[in-house]
Every structure is written in structure tokens, then in C-alpha cells.
């Protein structure tokens, strides 16, 4: 059974001011203080985890089994945690890791030492490594999502495994009381919702609500790429300041406004929002562990300076599965970058690979090599670093020792003996660690998130009923008239559609917008998926999806397998495919001078 209506806070009528203060581990430290001085808010947030994050804090957990948590949180909260007290701001952060318990002990510590007494809350639940042999046993594959492969056929052991949480958890801690709430694998937007929940008093069932908030929770999510951070549109962004973080006001009806504190630098507008909203998403059809949020129903307005509201949103019941990180050792890995400068680049990176490989008894001694020339040099060049080209030579093994200084001192024996013009970007390295990602669904019921309220009782938190067969979906979006013909310019694509990318796994995702209803009918009929295998050559071989938003004048394609086997181990130079989009704006296309 569904637990009864959160108790409310005697503000609910009021929208609930959520802040951001961190949009990955190692986000600029002062954030925090900035949030809660700068002007009024109810919660604090905190978003430290990624896919790769978990893989890094296990690796601090085989160093202290003590570790395992965002270290930086407690530095941030050092420097709040009075101040929230005395104005009874809420503090909910998903820092606790792999090790929530072990972060609330030390959140207690910390203010102990301050002379405080916060109510501590944790939630646990989401680490199932220790019970994968049973779920396997039961019949629950694992099948990785992309490939299909079950789990047991891939002959790996996970060093973590962590079901994606909802935000309940947090909505029963805060019902009981807690001004500090230490959330472990939890979804980003949970830290959104979960508060909104509790605030407004929320049913289960108010899905549009809940649509609402965890697409304000994916907004601001990211800290100051909702506020103009990586913004592609520059003439946009007149205040070149660093971008405030993100505050979201999130009203009983779900609607929201996302704004930032008088006096930051950057920008909110339709299409900073936009942007976020496109950030490392598949479908628009977002499926969370507590309401299938439709990305596609949203509507946006600018109603003031840096103050957008995100409207209509639509929501359906959840899946009956969560998804699953695990993560697994993949091995050892070492890259050394060699330059190289003038003319005969492709010769020379050719006789450099070739006696490279020699000397370290052929290719076929490591389990995986990856070669890449890279080309920044131009003919007739006005400084000797345009004359350079850099090959890029990276090797993978279960052997430490073969792809360790074995590997990149050899690289050195070329100093004297190799191409004209010899040399690197870095002494020899050593060599290091990386895992896999491995994504996968497990039935929400095998997982049991637990809340450890202030008080030390444990709560069992149950999942919200699933959508039954048939269950209505979100209805489509009103088609967008195509755009006149006429004359056309060659021209980048940036030059009317900005663009906003990331990593999904091994998979990447571009999303791509507009700022004019007509020009989306355009960008419509124009990008379609061959035209984007075109645009991208690398995509030209994998699977490419492709989604229309057009509330937003937006598509997204989602390119699988374009980061191999997840950021920790991919070769690109780009390997969270940041600057995927960029690229795609910089390529060439025939755009109708009508809508330039």
C-alpha cells in the first residue's frame, strides 16, 4: 500500500524555493554559501554523482573502507549549516555515495563540533552488489540495456551495483522532521522532487505534479549550465560573469520558475532552459522510478529577467523496474600523445606507429590499442604550433606492467630514432585503472529503499504502483508548419540551431534546437537521421535514434555506442562527448535565407 499524504510545512501554499549548489563532485566549493546568502531559498541541493563518480568512489572505498561519500559536501556544509538552521532551509544532497550512513555520521560529527544539532536523516536501499548472485539466481538477467547481454555471459565481476531511488524517501524524512537529508543512488531529479513532494503535499498519484517537478529537478540539476554555462548561443550571454546556480520555484500545480539570485552572472531564458532540458536524455519519454515525466509536453515563457516558467507538463505512473549502474574493472589502460610537426604528418604518424609497435612486440601484445592522428595543422602556417598534428596512442590490458612504463617509455626510444620533430605532450606515464559501465532494470520489487529517520528508526519507503497495461500516455505535441521554400545559404547549422551534448553510458546524445517555430519545421525536414550520420561520420556505422520535442523547437539523437563501453573507459579524446554538439553546429548546411 501507498503510504497517506506527507505532513505539509505551513508555507506550501507557497511555491518552494529549491536550490542547487553543486552539479558534479568537485563543483566550485563556494556555491553553497552562495545559494543561502544570496538570497531566499527553502532547500539546498546538491547533485555529486555521475556513472563515472560511482567508479570513483569505490576506488577511494578499497583505499578507506570509511570513504565512499562526497568529501566535498561536508566542506560546503561547514559553511551553511548554522545559517540553514537558523533560517530553516533543508539541506538534501544525493553526496552520501556508496556510503550514506558513513556521510550522515560525519554530517553529525561536523555539527557537533560547531556546536549545532541538526536532524539527520539517511535513505539506503540502492546498493544490491552483495545480492547479485541471487538475483541472478532468480532469473533477473541484468541484460545490459544497449546490447542485451545478460549479465552472467559477460564473465565480469561488478565492483558496485546501485539501483536509481525516488524521491519518497526524502519526502518521508523531511515529513519527519529532518533539516539534513543524505541520499545515496538516487535519481538527480529526486532532489527536486522529492522536497516539492513534501512541501505541497503531494499525492502518489499527482502525476502531472510530479512530471513537473523532476523536470525542474533535471533543469537545475547541472548547477550553472541552466544559467548559461556552457550556452552555445554567445550573443545571448551579455553578463560574462561565472553563471549563478540554479533556483527552482516549484509550485502546487508542478509548474515552476527557474531563476538564479539577483546580481549573478549568466543568463535564464527559454533557450538556457531548453538547453538543460536536452542535456543527456534518451526519449522524452524520461521514465523514473516515481512518474514518467514527458519532456515533450512542456511549454516555456520568459515572464521576467532570468525568470522562465516551465508549464504542462504531462505525467504517466512509473515502469515496474528501476534502473541499475553497476560498474566492473575493465583493466588498465595508458595513453601517450605524440606531436608531430610540418609536413609528411600521415607518414610520419604511420613509421611512428609501425616502430612503436615493433619495439613493443606487436600490436597484438595488448588486448586493445587505439590509434588517432589528430589535425590542427594548416599549410604555410603563421606559428610553428599551427604547423602540429598530435597521435594519439592509447592501449588497454588486464596487465598492469605491459600498458604501464613498459609501454610509455618505449614511446621514448623514438626521441632519436623516430620522425623529424619528435616530440611528446607529457613525460612517460604510468598506468591506470578503468572501469565499465554497465546499465540494466531490476523489478522495482526486489529493491527495499529504507529511510534512517533522525530519531534512528528505520522506515521502509515503498515504490509507487506501477502503470498498468494500457495506461494513457502523454498526448503528442501540436505539429509544427514547415518553413517556406526559397533560396539557401551554406552555412554552419550553428548558425540557427544551438546544441547541447553528453554522455549516456556508452551512448552520447545531441539535442538540437531553435529559436523559431518556423525554423523548427525546417530543421524538421532537414536533419533527419541520415543527414545526422552525414554531419557526424563517426555515428555512420552505430545505431542512431532520433526524438522531435517540438513545444521546444528541439529534436535529440541519442547515438549508441559512440562512447564505447561508458566514459571511464572510452578512447575518444572526448569521451563525455561535450563538445559533440559544437561540432554539429560547426558542419555545413544548406539553410533557407528566410529564416536567417
Not at 518552494?16 to 544570496?38: H, K, P, Q, T, W
Request: hydrophobic share 45%; net charge negative; glycine share 10%.
Amino acid at each position: 500500500m501507498n503510504p497517506a499524504r506527507p505532513a505539509m510545512p505551513a508555507q506550501s501554499a507557497q511555491p518552494v524555493r529549491i536550490a542547487n549548489c553543486s552539479g558534479f563532485y568537485g563543483d566550485r566549493l563556494s556555491a553553497a554559501r552562495e545559494m543561502v546568502d544570496g538570497g531566499p531559498i527553502d532547500v539546498l541541493t546538491g547533485d555529486y554523482l555521475a556513472e563515472l563518480t560511482m567508479m570513483i568512489l569505490w576506488k577511494a572505498r578499497q583505499k578507506n573502507p570509511e570513504a565512499g561519500y562526497a568529501r566535498t559536501f561536508l566542506v560546503q556544509l561547514e559553511q551553511v549549516l548554522g545559517r540553514c538552521l537558523d533560517r530553516g532551509i533543508k539541506i538534501v544532497t544525493n553526496a552520501g555515495g556508496l556510503n550514506p550512513a558513513g556521510l550522515a555520521g560525519e554530517v553529525g560529527k561536523l555539527a557537533a563540533r560547531l556546536g549545532l544539532e541538526p536532524k539527520v536523516a539517511h535513505i539506503s536501499g540502492d546498493d544490491l552488489l552483495g545480492r547479485l548472485p541471487d538475483l541472478t539466481a532468480s532469473g533477473i538477467d541484468l541484460a545490459h540495456l544497449d546490447t542485451g547481454q545478460p549479465l552472467a555471459d559477460a564473465g565480469v565481476r561488478p565492483v558496485s551495483a546501485n539501483a536509481y531511488l525516488g524521491g519518497w524517501g526524502i519526502t518521508e524524512a523531511l515529513a519527519a522532521g529532518a533539516d539534513v537529508v543524505v541520499c545515496p543512488r538516487v535519481t538527480d531529479a529526486s532532489l527536486v522532487a522529492g522536497p516539492a513532494a513534501w512541501w505541497h503535499g503531494w499525492a502518489r498519484t499527482d502525476w502531472d505534479r510530479l512530471a513537473g517537478a523532476v523536470i525542474a529537478g533535471h533543469v537545475i540539476e547541472c548547477g550553472p549550465q541552466a544559467c548559461g554555462g556552457n550556452y552555445p548561443f554567445l550573443d545571448e550571454i551579455t553578463d560574462r560573469r561565472y553563471p549563478g546556480f540554479p533556483i527552482a520555484e516549484v509550485a502546487a500545480d508542478g509548474s515552476s520558475v527557474i531563476t538564479k539570485h539577483n546580481g549573478t552572472g549568466g543568463l535564464v531564458s527559454p533557450g538556457t532552459v531548453t538547453a538543460q532540458l536536452l542535456y543527456e536524455i534518451d526519449s522524452p519519454r524520461y521514465a523514473g522510478p516515481d512518474v514518467v515525466a514527458h519532456f515533450d509536453s512542456v511549454t516555456l515563457a520568459q515572464v521576467a529577467p532570468d525568470r522562465v516558467v516551465i508549464s504542462a507538463a504531462r505525467g504517466t505512473p512509473p515502469p515496474p523496474t528501476l534502473k541499475v549502474a553497476l560498474n566492473y574493472l575493465g583493466g588498465y589502460r595508458n595513453t601517450m600523445t605524440l606531436v608531430l610537426t610540418g609536413l609528411d604528418i600521415e607518414e610520419k604518424a604511420a613509421w611512428a606507429c609501425d616502430e612503436l609497435f615493433v619495439l613493443l612486440g606487436g600490436r597484438e601484445t595488448f588486448a586493445e590499442v587505439d590509434t588517432r592522428l589528430l589535425r590542427f595543422d594548416r599549410p604555410d602556417a603563421a606559428a610553428s604550433e599551427q604547423a602540429t598534428a598530435q597521435l594519439r596512442i592509447t592501449v588497454k590490458d588486464p596487465d598492469l606492467d605491459r600498458v604501464g612504463r613498459t609501454f610509455s617509455d618505449a614511446t621514448m626510444a623514438l626521441a632519436l630514432g623516430g620522425y623529424a620533430g619528435f616530440h611528446t605532450t607529457t613525460p612517460p606515464t604510468a598506468a591506470s585503472a578503468y572501469g565499465v559501465f554497465w546499465p540494466a532494470l531490476v523489478p522495482a520489487a526486489v529493491v527495499e529503499q529504507v529511510v534512517t529517520l533522525p530519531d534512528g528508526s528505520r522506515r521502509v519507503v515503498p515504490h509507487t504502483r506501477p502503470a498498468s497495461a494500457g495506461a494513457a500516455d502523454a498526448a503528442p505535441a501540436p505539429p509544427v508548419s514547415l518553413a517556406a521554400g526559397g533560396p539557401t545559404a551554406r552555412l554552419p547549422l550553428g548558425r540557427i540551431a544551438g546544441a547541447r551534448s553528453g554522455d549516456k553510458g556508452g551512448n552520447a546524445n545531441v539535442g538540437l534546437w531553435v529559436r523559431r517555430g518556423e525554423a523548427f519545421g525546417w530543421l524538421r525536414e532537414a536533419l533527419t537521421i541520415e543527414r545526422f550520420r552525414q554531419l557526424l561520420p563517426e555515428a555512420a556505422d552505430l545505431p542512431v535514434r532520433r526524438y522531435e520535442l517540438a513545444n521546444l523547437h528541439a529534436l535529440n539523437f541519442v547515438v549508441v555506442g559512440l562512447l564505447g563501453e561508458g566514459v571511464a573507459a572510452s578512447t575518444r579524446p572526448d569521451p563525455q562527448a561535450k563538445g559533440l554538439g559544437e561540432y554539429l553546429r560547426s558542419r555545413l548546411i544548406d539553410i533557407p535565407v528566410a529564416l536567417l
